[in-house]
C-alpha cells in the first residue's frame, strides 16, 4: 500500500534529501522557499543578423535592437547583461558609447546623453576591436507590470557592433527580487 500523507511528526529535521526528492522536478510550495535564490524571471534576445554600424557623431541613435520585458513586480529590480563586440573601424573622431533606453527614453538612473555604459576611443590605427564585451546595469527601480521595450542606443563615428553567425549580440534581463 502506497503512503500519501505522513504527519509532519513523522519526519526528523533534514530526514529528506536528494536522493528520496528528485530535485529536476517542479514542486509547487505555498509558503516561503528560502535558499533557492532571488532570480524571479529571466529572458534573453539574440541578435545576429549582421553588423550594425554607426555613424552619427556625438547624437545618440537607436541601434535597432530591442528587448520588451514584463516585470512580475514593480518592486523588483532589474540586472541587464549585454555581450557584444565592439569594433572602432577608423582612426579619431567621436569614439562610441553605448546606453539603455526604456520606451525609446532616457532612464533618469543613466547619464544617458554620452552613452556613459560603454565607452570606446581610439586616437590611432584601425580596425581595433574591444573582444568579447560586455557589460551590465542594474535597474533599480521598475516603472510597470506591463511590457516595457528597452533599447541599445548608440553614439559615435564609424563604431560597430559585430553581428553575426559566430559573434552574436546576446542580451539578458534577469529580475531580481527587492
Same mark, same amino acid.
Given at each position: 500500500?502506497?503512503?500519501?500523507?505522513?504527519?509532519?511528526? $513523522?519526519?526528523a529535521?533534514?530526514a529528506?534529501?536528494?536522493?528520496k526528492l528528485?530535485?529536476?522536478?517542479?514542486y509547487?510550495f505555498?509558503?516561503?522557499?528560502? $535558499?533557492?535564490?532571488?532570480?524571479?524571471?529571466?529572458?534573453?534576445?539574440?541578435?545576429?543578423?549582421?553588423?550594425?554600424?554607426?555613424?552619427?557623431?556625438?547624437?545618440?541613435?537607436?541601434?535597432?535592437?530591442?528587448?520588451?520585458?514584463?516585470?512580475?513586480?514593480?518592486?523588483?529590480t532589474?540586472?541587464?547583461?549585454? %555581450?557584444?563586440?565592439?569594433?572602432?573601424?577608423?582612426? $579619431?573622431?567621436?569614439g562610441?558609447?553605448?546606453?539603455?533606453?526604456?520606451n525609446?527614453?532616457?532612464i533618469?538612473?543613466?547619464?544617458?546623453?554620452?552613452?556613459?555604459?560603454?565607452?570606446?576611443?581610439?586616437?590611432s590605427?584601425?580596425?581595433v576591436?574591444? $573582444?568579447?564585451?560586455?557589460?551590465?546595469?542594474?535597474?533599480?527601480?521598475?516603472?510597470?507590470?506591463?511590457?516595457?521595450?528597452?533599447?541599445?542606443?548608440?553614439?559615435?563615428?564609424?563604431f560597430r557592433?559585430?553581428? %553575426?553567425?559566430?559573434?552574436?549580440?546576446?542580451?539578458?534581463?534577469?529580475e531580481?527580487a527587492?
Open positions: 500500500m502506497t503512503v500519501t500523507t505522513i504527519p509532519k511528526a $513523522g519526519i529535521d533534514d529528506i534529501d536528494n536522493t528528485d530535485l529536476s522536478s517542479n509547487a505555498t509558503g516561503t522557499v528560502t $535558499g533557492a535564490g532571488k532570480i524571479i524571471k529571466s529572458s534573453r534576445v539574440k541578435y545576429d543578423s549582421g553588423n550594425i554600424d554607426f555613424s552619427n557623431g556625438s547624437s545618440l541613435a537607436d541601434s535597432g535592437i530591442d528587448h520588451n520585458f514584463t516585470a512580475t513586480s514593480t518592486s523588483n532589474l540586472l541587464h547583461i549585454i %555581450n557584444v563586440v565592439l569594433q572602432k573601424t577608423n582612426e $579619431g573622431g567621436h562610441g558609447g553605448v546606453t539603455i533606453y526604456k525609446d527614453g532616457a533618469t538612473e543613466i547619464s544617458s546623453s554620452d552613452g556613459s555604459l560603454v565607452r570606446m576611443h581610439q586616437d590605427a584601425t580596425s576591436r574591444s $573582444g568579447n564585451g560586455s557589460f551590465t546595469y542594474h535597474q533599480t527601480t521598475i516603472d510597470s507590470t506591463s511590457s516595457i521595450k528597452y533599447s541599445i542606443y548608440v553614439r559615435g563615428d564609424s557592433f559585430i553581428s %553575426n553567425s559566430t559573434t552574436p549580440l546576446f542580451w539578458t534581463i534577469l531580481i527587492a
